[in-house]
């Protein structure tokens, strides 16, 4: 079987594919028009997030057998075409999980601390102890949307807290020894904290809106390491004007292009992100709340074990 390799990736991924025997191409630069005119040369494929898998590629892949995408989502993937013809998609939330579980701690801990402003501000020769004053996550109730990969890892880690930790999920019976599974209603009627851990579907583009917000019987904290379509931005930033969302951990945000990168030029800035960059309230990162040094190897780990499980 023939492999095209469209984003680097941990070399063990080249490396052990090709001790199981299997032709490797790599091509990282070629436009898509490109790709597409040598695609049906191959049996597989392994991509990050470079372009988009649409229809007209799918078509021309005459003779793909699988999709291998090295991370959590597939939402860059035409998934129901792809199924449609019989093509195996491979993704690998397992090999980021635990990165996700603690930068989504790391986030909630700094916001409750205040760590970023009160770095900012000793390094600039201001020591406001009051100012600074933390709160403690003890005795909080923490809220997951998404019980998946991602939010059990968070749950997890928060083992070590004496809190409460309660999911919703589509599905059923997901909950677990870490986490208490509850309605929607009821998890809007008790969290002090929101964290997000749910895929990019038409159920969860700008889940997070006003009305959604504004449900919250208590004022609380917003997490999203998940995706950024899932918030509508402008509405979060009322929220954290008016004080019902009483701070933000931001991963990702809605204003992300499919490769996540070159947001958009200052001149065309969104009021909203503006507001988000210069509030005390928020804490932001670029989408890397999956990438460690760790994750990309394990990423490329779980795609050769699955191609491995499935065509060896």
Same mark, same amino acid.
């Given at each position: 079987?023939?492999?095209?390799h469209?984003?680097?990736?941990?070399?063990?991924?080249?490396?052990q594919l090709n001790?199981?025997?299997?032709?490797?191409d790599?091509d990282?630069?070629s436009?898509?028009e490109?790709?597409e005119?040598k695609?049906?040369l191959?049996?597989?494929?392994?991509?990050?997030?470079?372009?988009?898998i649409d229809?007209?590629?799918?078509?021309?892949a005459?003779?793909?057998?699988?999709?291998g995408?090295?991370g959590?989502g $597939?939402?860059?993937?035409?998934?129901d075409?792809?199924?449609s013809?019989?093509i195996?998609?491979?993704?690998?939330?397992?090999?980021?999980?635990? %990165?996700?579980?603690?930068? %989504?701690?790391?986030?909630?801990?700094?916001l409750?601390?205040k760590?970023?402003?009160?770095?900012k501000?000793v390094?600039?020769?201001?020591?406001l102890?009051e100012?600074?004053?933390?709160?403690? $996550?003890?005795?909080?109730?923490v809220?997951?949307i998404?019980?998946?990969?991602?939010?059990?890892?968070?749950?997890?880690?928060?083992?070590?807290f004496d809190?409460q930790?309660?999911?919703?999920?589509i599905?059923?019976?997901?909950?677990?020894?870490?986490?208490?599974?509850?309605?929607l209603?009821?998890?809007?009627?008790?969290a002090?904290?929101?964290?997000?851990?749910?895929?990019q579907?038409?159920?969860?583009?700008?889940m997070?809106?006003?009305?959604?917000?504004?449900?919250?019987?208590?004022?609380?904290?917003l997490?999203?390491? %998940?995706?950024g379509?899932?918030?509508?931005?402008?509405?979060?930033?009322?929220?954290l004007?008016?004080?019902?969302? $009483?701070?933000?951990g931001l991963?990702v945000?809605?204003y992300?292009?499919?490769?996540f990168?070159n947001?958009?030029?200052?001149?065309?800035?969104?009021?909203?992100?503006?507001y988000?960059?210069?509030s005390?309230k928020?804490l932001?990162?670029?989408?890397?709340?999956?990438?460690?040094?760790?994750?990309?190897e394990k990423?490329?780990q779980?795609i050769v074990?699955?191609?491995k499980?499935?065509?060896?």
């Open positions: 079987m023939k492999i095209l469209l984003d680097t990736n941990h070399p063990l991924l080249l490396n001790d199981l025997g299997f032709i490797n790599e990282y630069t436009s898509k490109v790709v005119a695609i049906h191959y049996d597989g494929f392994i991509i990050r997030s470079r372009f988009k229809k007209n590629f799918l078509d021309k005459t003779n793909l057998k699988f999709i995408r090295v959590a $597939l939402e860059n993937i035409d998934c075409y792809a199924l013809k019989n195996h998609l491979i993704a690998a939330p397992e090999g980021n999980r635990n %990165a996700v579980g603690e930068h %989504a701690l790391g986030m909630l801990l700094s409750f601390n760590l970023n402003t009160a770095d501000e390094r600039n020769g201001k020591w102890r100012k600074n004053r933390g709160i403690e $996550l003890d005795g909080k109730t809220g997951l998404g019980y998946g990969n991602m939010g059990k890892s968070f749950a997890k880690k928060l083992r070590g809190v930790v309660i999911c919703y999920d599905k059923p019976g997901v909950g677990d020894e870490n986490c208490t599974q509850v309605s209603s009821e998890l809007q009627s008790k002090d904290v929101l964290s997000l851990h749910t895929p579907t038409n159920l969860t583009k700008q997070i809106n006003i009305d959604f917000i504004n449900n919250f019987r208590n004022n609380f904290w997490i999203n390491t %998940a995706r379509s899932a918030v509508v931005t402008k509405d979060l930033v009322s929220a004007k008016s004080g019902k969302v $009483l701070g933000a991963d945000l809605e992300e292009k499919t490769s990168e947001l958009f030029s200052d001149h065309k800035m969104p009021k909203a992100f503006n988000l960059i210069n005390e928020v932001l990162s670029p989408h890397v709340a999956g990438w460690t040094i760790e994750s990309k990423l490329a779980t074990n699955k191609i499980v499935k065509f060896c």
